[in-house]
Protein backbone atom coordinates (compact mmCIF):
# COMPACT_ATOMS: atom_id res chain seq x y z
CA UNK A 1 0.00 0.00 0.00
CA UNK A 2 1.33 3.08 -1.16
CA UNK A 3 0.46 6.58 0.57
CA UNK A 4 1.78 10.29 -0.39
CA UNK A 5 1.22 12.85 2.25
CA UNK A 6 1.51 16.46 1.54
CA UNK A 7 1.87 19.42 3.70
CA UNK A 8 3.53 22.98 3.61
CA UNK A 9 0.53 24.71 2.00
CA UNK A 10 -0.58 27.93 2.98
CA UNK A 11 -2.11 31.57 2.55
CA UNK A 12 0.80 34.16 1.04
CA UNK A 13 1.30 37.25 -0.83
CA UNK A 14 2.83 37.50 -4.13
CA UNK A 15 6.15 37.72 -4.08
CA UNK A 16 6.44 35.19 -1.11
CA UNK A 17 7.96 31.52 -1.00
CA UNK A 18 6.64 28.37 0.11
CA UNK A 19 7.97 25.02 0.30
CA UNK A 20 5.76 21.70 -0.26
CA UNK A 21 6.68 18.55 0.85
CA UNK A 22 5.02 14.85 0.11
CA UNK A 23 5.98 11.76 2.26
CA UNK A 24 5.81 8.75 0.86
CA UNK A 25 5.30 5.32 2.31
CA UNK A 26 4.41 2.19 1.54
CA UNK A 27 6.34 0.19 -1.52
CA UNK A 28 8.65 3.30 -2.54
CA UNK A 29 11.05 1.46 -4.49
CA UNK A 30 8.27 0.74 -6.97
CA UNK A 31 8.53 4.44 -7.91
CA UNK A 32 10.26 5.93 -10.86
CA UNK A 33 9.22 9.46 -10.67
CA UNK A 34 7.72 11.91 -8.07
CA UNK A 35 5.65 15.06 -9.61
CA UNK A 36 3.64 18.12 -8.67
CA UNK A 37 0.50 19.17 -10.15
CA UNK A 38 -2.01 21.58 -9.68
CA UNK A 39 -5.36 22.28 -10.42
CA UNK A 40 -6.93 25.95 -10.00
CA UNK A 41 -10.90 26.07 -9.32
CA UNK A 42 -12.55 25.73 -12.41
CA UNK A 43 -9.46 24.35 -14.48
CA UNK A 44 -7.75 21.23 -15.51
CA UNK A 45 -4.89 19.33 -13.51
CA UNK A 46 -2.06 20.11 -14.74
CA UNK A 47 1.51 19.27 -14.22
CA UNK A 48 4.28 21.44 -12.43
CA UNK A 49 7.04 19.71 -11.51
CA UNK A 50 8.48 15.92 -11.38
CA UNK A 51 11.67 14.60 -10.83
CA UNK A 52 13.12 10.79 -11.40
CA UNK A 53 12.93 8.68 -8.25
CA UNK A 54 16.67 7.85 -8.52
CA UNK A 55 18.23 9.50 -11.63
CA UNK A 56 17.48 13.13 -9.91
CA UNK A 57 16.39 14.00 -13.60
CA UNK A 58 13.83 17.25 -13.82
CA UNK A 59 11.04 18.51 -15.38
CA UNK A 60 9.18 21.75 -15.14
CA UNK A 61 5.95 23.63 -17.00
CA UNK A 62 7.33 26.40 -18.32
CA UNK A 63 5.07 28.89 -16.34
CA UNK A 64 7.12 27.82 -13.20
CA UNK A 65 10.66 27.33 -14.47
CA UNK A 66 13.09 29.75 -12.68
CA UNK A 67 10.74 30.00 -10.17
CA UNK A 68 9.86 26.48 -8.44
CA UNK A 69 12.51 23.40 -7.53
CA UNK A 70 11.48 19.71 -6.76
CA UNK A 71 13.97 17.92 -5.42
CA UNK A 72 13.68 14.35 -3.54
CA UNK A 73 15.29 12.30 -0.40
CA UNK A 74 15.72 8.91 -0.82
CA UNK A 75 16.53 8.02 2.47
CA UNK A 76 13.41 9.92 3.88
CA UNK A 77 11.37 9.24 1.09
CA UNK A 78 10.17 12.26 0.84
CA UNK A 79 10.14 15.29 -2.34
CA UNK A 80 9.90 18.95 -2.02
CA UNK A 81 8.86 21.61 -4.00
CA UNK A 82 10.65 24.98 -3.27
CA UNK A 83 8.72 28.18 -4.67
CA UNK A 84 9.55 31.33 -4.93
CA UNK A 85 8.11 34.57 -6.29
CA UNK A 86 4.75 33.32 -6.03
CA UNK A 87 1.83 35.00 -8.06
CA UNK A 88 -2.00 34.77 -7.91
CA UNK A 89 -1.90 32.34 -10.94
CA UNK A 90 -0.33 29.55 -8.74
CA UNK A 91 -3.02 29.62 -6.66
CA UNK A 92 -4.33 26.21 -6.74
CA UNK A 93 -4.96 22.75 -4.71
CA UNK A 94 -0.92 20.78 -5.11
CA UNK A 95 -0.82 16.98 -5.79
CA UNK A 96 1.88 15.06 -5.06
CA UNK A 97 2.03 11.80 -7.57
CA UNK A 98 4.52 9.15 -8.09
CA UNK A 99 5.11 6.81 -11.28
CA UNK A 100 5.92 3.30 -11.64
CA UNK A 101 6.79 3.06 -15.40
CA UNK A 102 9.97 3.07 -16.05
CA UNK A 103 10.98 6.48 -18.52
CA UNK A 104 14.13 8.06 -19.21
CA UNK A 105 12.56 11.02 -18.91
CA UNK A 106 10.23 12.39 -16.56
CA UNK A 107 6.36 12.20 -17.74
CA UNK A 108 4.09 15.12 -17.57
CA UNK A 109 1.00 13.65 -17.91
CA UNK A 110 -1.60 12.41 -15.54
CA UNK A 111 -2.37 9.21 -16.58
CA UNK A 112 1.33 7.94 -16.11
CA UNK A 113 0.71 8.64 -12.49
CA UNK A 114 -0.23 5.98 -10.20
CA UNK A 115 -0.53 6.82 -6.65
CA UNK A 116 -1.73 10.37 -5.84
CA UNK A 117 -1.90 12.29 -2.40
CA UNK A 118 -4.69 14.68 -1.22
CA UNK A 119 -3.49 17.79 -2.01
CA UNK A 120 -2.61 20.69 -0.11
CA UNK A 121 -3.77 24.46 -1.14
CA UNK A 122 -1.85 27.16 -1.73
CA UNK A 123 -3.12 30.54 -1.79
CA UNK A 124 -1.55 33.88 -3.44
CA UNK A 125 -3.03 37.16 -3.04
CA UNK A 126 -2.29 39.90 -4.85
Known amino acids: QVRLVESGGGLVQAGDSLRLSCLAS????????VAWFRQARGKEREFVAG????????SYAASVNGRFTISRDNAKDTASLQMIDLKPEDTALYYC???????????????????WGQGTQVTVSS
Open 26 to 33: GHTFLFSS
Open 97 to 115: AAATNIRTTVPTSRDEYMY
Open 51 to 58: ITWNGGTT
